[in-house]
């Protein structure tokens, strides 16, 4: 089975728009086609949780066997995660956030999704943004 970018990315998609429930059943599944993931919460102020969100997304991808403990997996990671939030921060600038991180890898593909509530009052603005990297495959 050829898994393209496209593939990853829906996965990733996926991921962040989990339930915790749906989660764990949702990783069996993709796993089954050959496309490994992980997500991880994410929540509070945008601007001061980035260094944070980067860093779960790293530590949950390295937990999960994603990407190795090499500085070129990690540098894809943070920079598809960074794409991701350069991509939310338009709509949440200062505001806060709680969402999901869903990191989604095939081979050289690797496609990380931030699903967001921005909370405003009594509305709740919804954001998605999407990163993505080709990097060595680990096998």
Same mark, same amino acid.
């Given at each position: 089975?050829? @898994?393209?970018?496209?593939?990853?990315?829906?996965?990733?998609?996926?991921?962040?728009?989990?339930?915790?429930?749906?989660?764990?059943?949702?990783?069996?599944?993709?796993?089954?086609? &050959?496309?490994? #993931?992980?997500?991880?919460? @994410? &929540?509070?102020?945008?601007?001061?949780?980035?260094?944070?969100?980067?860093?779960?997304?790293?530590? #949950?991808?390295?937990?999960?066997?994603?990407?190795?403990?090499?500085?070129?997996?990690?540098?894809?990671?943070?920079? #598809?995660?960074?794409?991701? @939030?350069?991509?939310?921060?338009?709509?949440?600038? &200062?505001?806060?956030?709680?969402?999901?991180?869903? @990191?989604?890898? #095939?081979?050289?593909?690797?496609?990380?999704?931030?699903?967001?509530?921005? &909370?405003?009052?009594?509305?709740?603005?919804?954001?998605?943004?999407?990163?993505?990297?080709?990097?060595?495959?680990?096998?």
């Amino acid at each position: 089975m050829n @898994i393209n970018s496209i593939d990853v990315a829906k996965a990733s998609i996926k991921m962040s728009t989990s339930s915790r429930e749906e989660e764990m059943i949702l990783i069996q599944e993709l796993k089954k086609q &050959g496309i490994s #993931a992980v997500a991880v919460d @994410i &929540g509070g102020n945008l601007i001061a949780s980035i260094p944070k969100i980067i860093e779960r997304a790293l530590v #949950a991808s390295k937990r999960s066997g994603l990407i190795l403990d090499y500085h070129v997996h990690d540098g894809a990671v943070a920079g #598809a995660t960074r794409d991701a @939030i350069m991509q939310v921060s338009l709509k949440a600038n &200062g505001l806060n956030v709680g969402g999901k991180i869903g @990191i989604a890898r #095939a081979g050289e593909h690797l496609s990380v999704c931030i699903f967001m509530s921005i &909370g405003l009052l009594h509305l709740n603005e919804v954001v998605i943004g999407l990163g993505h990297r080709s990097l060595p495959d680990n096998t």
